[in-house]
């Protein structure tokens, strides 16, 4: 297929972003990922889907039921795609949980616990995936294990490893990234079934740790671990740098700022997302790098120059967004030059899907479609929300869209 | 420098290697690592020595002060190298542990504790210091570290984890092969100072995990996970194969057999470290891949392809070992083959010691000297045993070579 962007055509950008989501990526995904024998899905996938590995991964687990639950909710009233996420649902209803009511890390094929419930993001993934099943279904039992699961959430944040964690308290307390940022999306997705003070209360803590804590001004930067009152620490934690992270928050900031009506908002975030573009940017041989360290010393990550499919899926929304909300051109040189990037590298034409895994010249690292991180979650989302932002970008009349011409 | 096994001269290859360890390598970590102000070694340096973290980690504070220590015993009672080695023992001895004697993972460079003692190889890397500075220096008080930590492992060795263990017990119990082959290295060690009959003990029950359990006979494979009894699990953790981990446990198998006489050990070690070169090398880009999976699938390992350092060092000395107890001439042409890509890819002429990581094609990945992983370690004694063990080809006319002849 021609690729639509060298000549910018955001329309046909967003008939190939609907037709890959609807026609290539979902259909592999229901045609290799289902365990009709014990419920939930295969996502140890190879190139062609065939399966390789059995276990269920909690994480991709409930990322799966949250992606074909959206569908139904959002893009069409299939019957199938309700079937598919029930068929998820249902099999970590039963299994998913320890009896203190966390999600565990790893399933066996059948359901047994393999990995115990260290990983507060499991618990994150469950609350979205049932949330959004409620919405598909009204049935109540599913709001009250999102609701359930999101209180133990927070009642965890401060210590989320809780016996798990191997620091020793008070040496060199360290706040990660990645529970606040998760936190901000996941509030929106629970909002209908949440105590309205509780979001905004949550709202404003996420946006303050996230734009205020995380965010370095002076080096336009967000790091992945702060200090107390984001005080930057100069340790491997402290030093790192996940762009994509970044990327992907900063879209989370903009949907808040929109829903919200802070405009100011917006437009600190798409700032913040044009310096990560250009400091994660690999100018030698283009894609955005996986990990950097703010200092530029050695990242502990082996894997740091890799270019990773999501990384780039998360940038491409977020730069879409950005160009929605404020017209920015560069937001739209970004889509253009991320857009590129990921259909000349990721998407395999032969075989369907995306690749995950490329190294830092683009050669593809691993062949596979799935795996015990990828699953059936930042493609479909990317491309939705790629697909559903072109289409607002083009039902925008160009003099109407904010900063037009001011870029 | 010419590459001296071009020819297969290994006369200029020993004076080769006894020439980088003691004119460059040793004098590197002499010039850069010792802490003066606090104790203990900054084991992060830059391509040229500059120290760019300052956090203790265990592993590599206690192989320091055992390269040093063991260099003062083997090489030559030189006044610094035991100062070295002492100055990072003192710092250990003072700061190293938790109150149940247990020695942490890694310090601030003050000496405040930062990651707890969740890692039974910070406890052998330790025993393995205090063992080799007891017989450098006479002070019984290191002997009685290195016993007292040393028994502490065997109590710890079912359930090395402990708390810190995320296993669900019962579903899929697995063993791990790190500590079995540690333990069979740590054990000759340690030899001088234990019960004749633990040690037989010990050694018997290590030779036996080693090479009945983990080895696979029928794939020619050794797993780095394994179920009772030696079952191979189909699973990610039961698929991986570490060629390098593999072809390390096979000299300390030949150590083994050369010390207690048993012809048959070294036999097997030599044939499945041959199956194990042979598996792991790349054929495309040359070295030796660092994780494989054994069905051909995907390893979950993002840097699978990487070639490092350690796994090139371990398989020189393996191989030297091999040709100098079989007189295999698959081993001097194995031996020849990691010589030559060791010296082209690893060895840092300008600035000294050598390069840890690059990528598949060869090419430096992280320009570092060491780093959280990588310390004053593996290059230095892999330099001191190939240049004893070529030493020691070259005293042996090669008409007694067993096997010579037969290969």
């Given amino acids: 297929m021609q690729n639509p962007t060298r000549t910018m055509d955001l329309k046909a950008c967003a008939t190939l972003y609907r037709n890959n989501l609807l026609q ?17 899905y295969f996502t140890c996938l190879d190139r062609e889907g065939k399966v390789y590995d059995t276990d269920k991964f909690l994480w991709l687990q409930c990322r799966q039921v949250w992606t074909f639950a959206m569908l139904y909710n959002r893009v069409e009233k299939q019957q199938v795609w309700l079937d598919t996420a029930l068929l998820g649902a249902e099999f970590l209803a039963r299994h998913g949980r320890s009896r203190e009511g966390r999600w565990y890390f ?20 469950a609350a979205m995936a049932f949330g959004q099943l409620f919405r598909a279904t009204g049935d109540t039992a599913y709001r009250d294990i999102a609701v359930t699961t999101f209180d133990q959430i927070l009642s965890r944040q401060d210590n989320p490893k809780g016996p798990y964690s191997k620091s020793v308290p008070g040496t060199r307390p360290l706040k990660n990234f990645a529970l606040p ?36 001004p002076d080096q336009g930067l967000l790091l992945e671990n702060i200090g107390p009152g984001g005080a930057p ?10 762009p994509g992270h970044g990327l992907e928050a900063m879209w989370f900031m903009m949907d808040i700022g929109s829903h919200t009506g802070n405009r100011a908002l917006i437009d600190k975030a798409v700032k913040i997302a044009l310096q990560l ?11 955005i790098f996986y990990f950097l360290d703010a200092k530029g010393h050695a990242p502990q990550q082996l894997e740091w120059d890799q270019k990773l499919w999501w990384v780039h899926a998360e940038g491409l929304v977020c730069m879409l967004k950005g160009y929605l909300h404020t017209g920015n051109e560069d937001c739209l040189h970004w889509f253009e030059k991320i ?25 593809v690292l691993l062949p596979v479609k ?21 289409e607002a970008i083009l039902e925008t009349p160009s003099a109407q869209r904010p900063g037009n011409g001011a870029a």
């Fill in 24 to 40: 290539d990526v979902i259909p592999f995904w229901l045609n290799h990922s289902p365990d009709k024998k014990y419920g939930g």
């Fill in 106 to 125: 790893s399933l066996t094929r059948e359901g047994q616990p393999l990995v115990q419930p260290y990983n507060i993001f499991s618990d994150c993934f």
């Fill in 181 to 216: 940022m998760i936190l901000t999306n996941l509030v929106l997705e629970l909002e209908p079934i949440l105590d309205p003070e509780l979001v905004t209360h949550i709202i404003r803590r996420g946006v303050h740790t996230v734009m205020e804590e995380f965010y370095q």
């Fill in 233 to 242: 620490s100069d340790s491997f934690e402290g030093r790192l740098v996940n």
């Fill in 277 to 287: 573009a250009d400091y994660g940017w690999d100018d030698t041989d283009e894609g």
């Fill in 339 to 363: 857009h590129r990037y990921l259909w000349d590298h990721f998407v395999d034409e032969k075989h369907g899907e995306w690749f995950g895994y490329l190294n830092r010249q683009g050669e």
């Fill in 370 to 390: 799935g795996g015990k991180w990828k699953g059936c979650f930042h493609t479909p989302r990317a491309l939705f929300q790629g697909w559903k932002t072109l």
